[in-house]
């Protein structure tokens, strides 16, 4: 097990306008689980491959525990990469595609097999290791591919979107399954993908990139819960939290026929009179109809069982706004109806409305600032 670290590394390639990797500076720790998440191009999986060896880096170094690995090659790197479609050879039984990195690595037999039927018994594979993968589900193959990375015993475990081939069901089942087996072997893991849900259950910590620029870095409640701008804000959250831009008083955000009062020296961060608030599905308060407000006119509810999402529209000063509430999956309004909702004063975000960055809540002020 080793510590990671990207030191201001950056890859840009030859006749393009902008890095694919822009001064990333990242610190894994050992032992961690840390889940690179962002929209597809944002270069979470060109990181991945720098760390791997099988990308250059322009500039910047990569360490693995306290060796640089910037110019080393992927075979003395002491990793062990996961790809999205398995890679297993379709000629080799189970036992031999797990094995195949220790015969090439000159261990010998009796050991190889030793350490084989360890990882089976582990990954519950001990009644497949004489078949092909044509024989398996794509659930046990991605388990021979993992098993083929955990047999090495290496110091990092590099996962390329592993489960994106396999069906809802089954994805969730094996992402509780490689966080599970993660903290039980305890070996520090790199893992990409571009569902945030993923991100948010399996994660020690997460990394958000945008267009190569890491974001943000932190724990998934740090996250949902402080957003340092309204790319991240969106991005993680499931349903996605609402953002719209409002007018601002001396008395504090105007919603509806309801203000929202705002701590002075909270106000003093806001740049003229627009600001823009976030709010969470979760969120919102359902108030009776003659009360202060948010007017939401109902166009369609998600039913989810104890939960339900409504969505609906609001009329705003630029026109007319999505929004979505979570409401009780038994008790909710209609298609058509109307309703009035207050966002809860603690939990609303406000993010600049020209930068997008953070401003903190009505009654908080952003720790970053020296006001």
Known sequence: MAKVTY?????????????AVNDLNLEVENGEFLVLV??????????????????????????????????????????AMVFQNYALYPHMTVADNIGFGLKVAGVKKPERERRIKEVAEQ???????????KALSGGQRQRVAMGRAIVREPRVFLMDEPLSNLDAKLRVQTRTWVASLQRKIGVTTVYVTHDQTEALTM????????????QQVGTPRELLDHPVNTF????????????????????????GSAVIPVAPEVRATINGD????????????IREDDTPGI?????????????????????????????????????????????????????????????????????????????
């Open 295 to 371: 007017s939401v006119k109902t166009r369609l509810i998600e039913e989810l069982g104890a939960d339900g999402y409504l969505h609906g529209t609001v009329d705003l000063p630029e026109g007319e706004h999505a929004l979505i509430v979570r409401v009780d999956g038994r008790k909710h309004p209609v298609a058509e109806d109307s309703i009035v909702v207050l966002p809860r004063r603690e939990t609303t975000h406000l993010f600049d409305a020209t930068t997008g960055a953070r401003i903190g809540t009505p009654d908080e002020v952003d720790p970053r600032s020296d006001t």
């Open 274 to 285: 627009r600001v823009t608030v976030g709010v969470r599905p979760e969120d919102f308060e």
């Open 38 to 79: 962002g929209p597809s191009g944002c270069g979470k999986s060109t990181a991945l491959r720098m760390l791997a060896g099988l990308e250059g880096v322009s500039s910047g170094k990569i360490f693995i525990g306290d060796e640089d690995m910037t110019m080393v090659e992927p075979k003395d790197r002491d990793i």
């Open 7 to 19: 030191d201001g590394v950056t890859l840009q390639y030859p006749h393009t306008d902008r890095p």
């Open 232 to 255: 991240v804000a969106s991005f993680i959250g499931s349903p996605a939290m609402n953002l719209a831009e409002v007018a601002v008083s001396d008395e504090g955000l105007v919603l």
């Open 203 to 214: 994660g020690h910590r997460i990394a958000v990139l945008k267009l190569g620029e890491l």
């Open 123 to 133: 990954l519950d594979l001990v009644d497949y290791l004489g078949r092909k993968p």
